[in-house]
Structure formats: C-alpha cells, structure tokens
C-alpha cells in the first residue's frame, strides 16, 4: 500500500524463505542472529553497512524485486 503511493520501502529480513514467499519490493537477507537485524549491538560500523546497503536498494530502479545478501557474517 505504501509503495502504490509512491513512497519507496526496503526490508531488512533475518528469514530468507519469508522474504521470498512475501516478495517486498526491495529487501536485504541478513545472515544474523533473530531479533539482530543489524547484527550484534556494539557494533556501529557494522550496522551501519547493513543498514546502508538496505538504503542504497532505494536508488535502484531493476525489479519488480530485488532480493540481495548480506555478503558478510556479523562480528563476534
């Protein structure tokens, strides 16, 4: 509903098989521990290219949808 008003979203999904089923448009697959989307706390410089290659999904025009991995595993 949000995107059929013109507004972009992206997903940050922990459950490849769910993000598949539910096709959102643009999502990311991060290999993490549930309930750790961003991967483990105390970890900013991590997170921060989780959540920034959830955000660059927002620039690309392919699709109908993207569906890309997390290529690295979390610290620790």
Same mark, same amino acid.
């Given at each position: 509903?949000? %995107? ?6 992206t ?12 096709? =959102?448009?643009? $999502?990311? @697959?991060?290999?993490? &521990? /549930?309930?750790?989307? /961003?991967? %483990?706390? %105390? $970890? =900013?410089? @991590? &997170?921060?290219?989780?959540?920034m &290659?959830?955000? $660059?999904? /927002?620039?690309? $025009?392919?699709?109908?949808?993207? /569906? %890309? ?7 620790g």
């Open positions: 509903m949000i %995107e059929s008003r013109g507004i972009a979203t997903v940050i999904g922990l459950v490849r098989p769910h993000l598949e089923k539910s096709l =959102p448009p643009r $999502s990311v @697959f991060g290999p993490f &521990q /549930l309930g750790r989307p /961003l991967g %483990e706390p %105390e $970890s =900013p410089a @991590f &997170q921060r290219r989780v959540l &290659q959830a955000l $660059s999904l /927002l620039e690309r $025009s392919d699709g109908p949808v993207i /569906l %890309e991995d997390f290529p690295d595993d979390p610290p």
